[in-house]
C-alpha cells in the first residue's frame, strides 16, 4: 500500500518556479542542476592543474568521478597494470575532483621524500585519526616536526640494544613456544595466528612497558585487531569519508565499544605514570637526591619522553600522548608481524634458502642454547637480504601518500600545491629496470654488489627521508631475532607455492590465502650445526 503510495506520489503536480510540474520532472530536474553544480565544481576545481594533466598519462578518467571506476576490482592487479602501463613513471590518478601524481622512479621518489613542501601525509591517513588520535603518523606538520625530534633518540642503536632487546629475546621464546605445540603435526597453522600476538605484546611492552602476556584481558588485543580492521575498510568505501556518516555508521553496527577497548588501556597506564612521575619529582625535591641515578631509572620510556619535556611548545596532553602510544602499537605490530609470516612462507616455499639461512644461523651461533645477542645479529648478513627480498615483495606498507603543501617541479613538471603524491613501494619494486626477474624471490638482490648498483631508493618499504619509518632499525632487528629463534628449533615447511599467493591491497598488504606453515623438530640442531662450521660457511 506504502508502494502504491510512494508511486502515485509521483504523478502528482507540484509547482515549480510557478509552472506545474509532476513530482517525476522535479525529480529529474533536481538530479540534473544537483549533476550540473557538480559539473561546474569539478571543472573549476580541475582547472588549475590542466597544464600538468596534459603532460601526463593516467587511467581513463570521467567528470566529477575521476577515475573512481578503477577502485572496482582487485586493487592490487590494477596498480601493477598501471604501474607497467605507465612505465613505471610519473602517471596522473584523478580521485573525483582531486589530482594524485604516482611518484615511482628513484630519483623522483628521492625529490617528494626529502622536500620540505611534501612533509603532509593528506586526508587518507585522517581515517585513522578517530581509532590512534594525533601521533607521528597522522599530527599536522609543525606538531610533527617537534613531536619527532624529541622521539628520534629513542629508536636509536643504544636504546634497542640497552632496553628492547631483551624483550625481543624474552617475546621469540614465546612464539617458540606457542609453535612448539603443533610441531610435528601434518595439520597446518596459520603462522600469522602465532606471530601477531607476540608482535603486539612486543610493541606494548617497549611502549607503554606493559606486559600483555602476564594479563588475562583479551579486550586490547581483540580492539587493537579489530580496529586497525575498521580503519583499513572504511579506505576503499567513499561513501564513509565524511565523518559524520562514518560516525553513523559506527553507532549503527555498535564498534564504538572498539574504540573505547581501544584508548582505555593507553589511558590508564598514562595516568599511572603520570602519577609516578608527579611522586618522583616531589620525592626528589624532599630529598635532593637524584631520582634518576639507577641504570634502569635513566632509561626514559615512550610515555616518560614526553611527559618530560617541559619547553611550552613540547608539552604534550594526556590526548597526544596517548595518540602517540596508540600510533606505535598500530605502526608497529602489523607490519612486523605480516613481515615475519611472508618471510617464513617465502622460507618454506624455498627449502634452499631456508637451509642456507639456518646454515648462516649456526655459523653464528655455534651450538650455544643462549638466547642471540645484538651483536649476534650483525653476522646475519644472508638473512637480513631474506628480509629486505621479502619486504621488497611484500611491503606490508603498500601505499604512501604526501600532499604538497607548495609546488615541487619534478623533470620539468610542475606539481602544484594541494596534489596528492602517491607513492607505492609495489610498484617500485616491481620495476624490472632496478631489479631483474622482478617477479621472484631471489635474496641476492640484496646482495653488497647488487645493492651498490642501485639508486638508493629503489628499495622504500620503509619510506624515506625525514618522515620515513621511525621504527625500521627496531623492526629489523626484532624480526632478525624471532625468525633466527624460530628457525633454530624448528624448519618452516608448506604445500603451498609462490603462484598460490594472492595479495589484497589496503593500508597494509594481505595474503588472502593466509600462511598455511607446518613445522618439524630440529632434533639433530647440533650435528647440523658441527656440520656446517666444518663446511667452513
Ligand atoms: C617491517 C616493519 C615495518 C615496516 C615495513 C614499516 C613501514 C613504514 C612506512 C612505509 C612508513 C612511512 C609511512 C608513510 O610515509 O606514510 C612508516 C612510518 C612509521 N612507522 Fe614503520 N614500519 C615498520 C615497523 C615499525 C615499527 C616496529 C614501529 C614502532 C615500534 C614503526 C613506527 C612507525 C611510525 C611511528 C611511523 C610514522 C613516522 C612519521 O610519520 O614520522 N614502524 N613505517
Known amino acids: 500500500m506504502q508502494m502504491f503510495q510512494g508511486v502515485r506520489s509521483l504523478y502528482l503536480n507540484y509547482s515549480m518556479f510557478g509552472f506545474p510540474a509532476s513530482g517525476t520532472q522535479l525529480i529529474v530536474i533536481t538530479v540534473f542542476s544537483i549533476l550540473a553544480i557538480l559539473l561546474c565544481y569539478d571543472k573549476w576545481n580541475r582547472r588549475r592543474y590542466e597544464t600538468l594533466t596534459n603532460e601526463l598519462n593516467g ?20 596498480i601493477m597494470f598501471y604501474g607497467d602501463l605507465f612505465n613505471y613513471g610519473l602517471f596522473k590518478c584523478w580521485f573525483g575532483s582531486y589530482l594524485s601524481v604516482f611518484i615511482t622512479k628513484p630519483e623522483d621518489l628521492q625529490i617528494i621524500l626529502n622536500s620540505s613542501k611534501a612533509l603532509n601525509k593528506g586526508y587518507v591517513y585522517k581515517m585513522a585519526t578517530k581509532l590512534i588520535g594525533e601521533g607521528l603518523v ?30 625481543f629475546q624474552e617475546k621469540s621464546k ?62 576503499p568505501k567513499v561513501w564513509l569519508y565524511p565523518d559524520v556518516i562514518y560516525n553513523l555508521y559506527i553507532k549503527l553496527f555498535g564498534y564504538e565499544n572498539i574504540y573505547k577497548i581501544v584508548r582505555n588501556l593507553p589511558r590508564h597506564i598514562i595516568a599511572k605514570k603520570k602519577n609516578d612521575y608527579v611522586n618522583k619529582f616531589s620525592k626528589k625535591n624532599t630529598t635532593d637526591t637524584d631520582v634518576n641515578d639507577g641504570k634502569s631509572e635513566c632509561f626514559k ?73 645484538m651483536e649476534q645479529t650483525n653476522k646475519l648478513v644472508y638473512l637480513k637480504q631474506v628480509i629486505y627480498e621479502t619486504l621488497r615483495l611484500f611491503p606490508t606498507a603498500p601505499i604512501i601518500s604526501r600532499q604538497l603543501h607548495d609546488d615541487v617541479t619534478i623533470r620539468n613538471h610542475k606539481l602544484l600545491k594541494g596534489t596528492m603524491c602517491v607513492i607505492s613501494p609495489l610498484i617500485t619494486h616491481h620495476n624490472p629496470e632496478l631489479y631483474s626477474n622482478p617477479n621472484s624471490f631471489n635474496p641476492d638482490n640484496f646482495n653488497a654488489e647488487n645493492v651498490a648498483k642501485r639508486h638508493k631508493y629503489s628499495f622504500i618499504a620503509f619510506s624515506g627521508g625525514p618522515r620515513g619509518c621511525i621504527g625500521k632499525k627496531y623492526g629489523l632487528v626484532f624480526l632478525t631475532v624471532i625468525i633466527t629463534e624460530v628457525l633454530r628449533s624448528f624448519s ?46
Open 138 to 167: 597522522t599530527a599536522p606538520v609543525d606538531k610533527w616536526k617537534i613531536h619527532r625530534r624529541l622521539m628520534n633518540p629513542l629508536f636509536k642503536y643504544d636504546i634497542i640494544k640497552e632496553k628492547f632487546f631483551p624483550i
Open 301 to 373: 620510556g615512550l610515555v616518560e619522553t614526553l611527559l618530560d619535556s617541559n619547553k611550552p611548545e613540547e608539552r604534550f596532553t594526556d590526548e597526544d600522548i596517548m595518540g602517540h602510544v596508540i600510533t606505535m602499537v598500530g605502526a608497529g605490530f602489523e607490519t612486523t608481524s605480516l613481515t615475519a609470516s611472508f618471510c617464513f612462507l617465502m622460507l618454506a616455499i624455498y627449502p634452499d634458502i631456508q637451509d642456507k639461512v639456518y646454515d648462516e644461523i649456526c655459523s653464528a651461533l655455534g651450538d650455544s642454547d643462549e638466547p642471540i645477542t
Open 174 to 235: 614465546v612464539l617458540v613456544q606457542k609453535i612448539q605445540k603443533g610441531v610435528d603435526n601434518t595439520q597446518p597453522i596459520d603462522i600469522l595466528d602465532c606471530i601477531s600476538s607476540v608482535t603486539l605484546s612486543t610493541v606494548c611492552q617497549t611502549t607503554m612497558d606493559y606486559n600483555l602476556d602476564t594479563h588475562t584481558d583479551m579486550g586490547f588485543k581483540m580492539g587493537v585487531i579489530k580496529g586497525v580492521e575498521l580503519v583499513i575498510n572504511r579506505v
Open 59 to 78: 587511467p581513463p578518467d570521467y567528470p566529477i568521478i575521476g577515475s573512481c571506476l578503477e577502485s572496482f576490482g582487485d586493487h592490487y592487479e590494477k
Open 492 to 537: 618452516v615447511h608448506t604445500d603451498m607455492k609462490f603462484s598460490d599467493i594472492k595479495l589484497k591491497l589496503g593500508i597494509t598488504l594481505h595474503n588472502t590465502v593466509g600462511f598455511p606453515i607446518t613445522t618439524k623438530s630440529r632434533k639433530n640442531r647440533h650435528n647440523v650445526c658441527n656440520n656446517a662450521e666444518m663446511l667452513n660457511y
